[in-house]
């Protein structure tokens, strides 16, 4: 595994730069795999509402691919109602004990009912349970109003597979930036960035100042 004081590659323009960034992200999350003690897939997600007010909050990177970065939510809660007015989102990605990090940005778009599907399925049945229960990001008057739902919705499924409810679904950030950051001594830290017009468009790729 790099040392943590190991710079960035070299990345040659051309054809080859187009899956560089992708393939960079997954060479450093392997090692984040094996390196963080906690949740290496814990990314901090920020939206906007139609004023423009920014929200961050930490979620679980869930799938990732040369699409981009995939997270699940329910639809209705804060980032999802920011989400619907604001089709726009950014993230980051800071593994502590490797001393990098990885940002990104770029439009949202949902994956399919299919992935979601997928993915609802594959969760613990209590978490697949507390998605009916929950009314995620409204006012809760009282602790026992969410342990009484979770009690309705277990009854209600005994014996019966958990469906996934039609409000949870999974966004993917579908990134137009991607900034890899290694530390280095005297913080003179080694950053380069990848960017494109649209998630379909070609990367333009350099180094950056610390």
Do not use: C
Not at 32 to 37: K, Q, R, S, V
Not at 127 to 134: D, E, L, P, Q, Y
Request: aromatic fraction near 10%.
């Amino acid at each position: 595994m790099p040392s943590p004081s190991d710079g960035l590659p070299e990345i040659a323009h051309g054809s080859a730069a187009e899956s560089a960034p992708f393939e960079l992200f997954e060479q450093w999350y392997e090692e984040a795999a094996i390196a963080e003690l906690n949740d290496p897939n814990a990314m901090a997600i920020a939206t906007a509402d139609a004023n423009g007010l920014p929200d961050v909050r930490m979620v679980l990177l869930k799938h990732r691919d040369s699409r981009g970065f995939v997270f699940f939510t329910n639809t209705t809660s804060a980032k999802g109602r920011e989400l619907a007015e604001n089709s726009q989102a950014s993230g980051v990605l800071h593994w502590k004990s490797l001393r990098r990090q990885v940002r990104f940005r770029g439009p949202v778009e949902m994956v399919t009912p299919t992935e979601s599907d997928a993915y609802f399925a594959s969760r613990a049945r209590d978490s697949r349970i507390g998605a009916w229960a929950s009314r995620q990001s409204s006012p809760l008057p009282a602790r026992k109003v969410l342990e009484d739902a979770i009690a309705a919705e277990t009854a209600r499924f005994e014996g019966l597979d958990v469906p996934r409810p039609a409000h949870w679904v999974g966004y993917r950030v579908q990134p137009t930036y991607l900034e890899f950051w290694s530390d280095r001594p005297f913080r003179l830290h080694d950053r380069i960035a990848f960017s494109r017009t649209t998630p379909q468009g070609d990367w333009e790729h350099g180094r950056l100042y610390p």
